[in-house]
């Protein structure tokens, strides 16, 4: 699998970047859990010049602006369908699909992860999206999921580790 021409990935949030186990607080939302070397891999990411985007179905205003603090310009929440979201993403920053990744876990990411160039998704994701994945990553969701794409990505691409900007947020 070749890395080196991706200018773009896109995270769904929900067992990707979030554990599969989210607690509840007491008026029922949702309380996600973010990976903290996650946060770092895509901050950096966004400085390195790879174009982000988080397309949930979920509607935490927490985790937008959590990914909006690292940098990612591009949060789609409230997508119960990726697809369109995923497509505007495209749009709006002018990359192919063929330069993109998009990381999935469960049914509803499998038509977006299928448009991507290269598809991945955690190792505990569902077995539908592990037999259409490119890579599974040994990483659970929530638990280094995107800092093992973004790693493997910048790496591929000379500029992980390569500068001052890798010793800092």
Not at 3 to 12: E, K, P, S
Not at 15 to 26: D, F, R
Not at 117 to 134: N, R, T
Not at 147 to 156: G, T
Request: net charge negative.
């Amino acid at each position: 699998m070749d890395l080196t021409g991706i200018r773009g990935i896109a995270f769904d949030v929900d067992g990707v970047l979030s554990p599969c186990t989210i607690p509840m607080n007491e008026d029922g939302e949702p309380c996600r859990l973010l990976n903290v070397k996650d946060g770092y891999a895509i901050q950096l990411a966004v400085k390195k010049g790879l174009k982000l985007a988080i397309i949930s179905g979920g509607r935490s205003k927490a985790v937008a602006l959590r990914y909006r603090n690292l940098g990612v310009e591009n949060v789609y929440m409230g997508a119960a369908f990726k697809l369109p979201m995923f497509e505007r993403w495209l749009e709006d920053t002018g990359l192919d699909s063929s330069e993109v990744i998009f990381v999935g876990d469960d049914i509803p990411d499998i038509h977006t992860m299928q448009q991507a160039g290269i598809s991945m998704a955690p190792a505990d994701a569902a077995w539908q999206v592990k037999e259409i994945a490119d890579y599974i990553s040994p990483w659970e969701g929530g638990h280094g999921v995107a800092r093992d794409v973004i790693e493997k990505v910048l790496s591929a691409q000379g500029l992980w580790m390569d500068d001052e900007h890798a010793f800092g947020w």
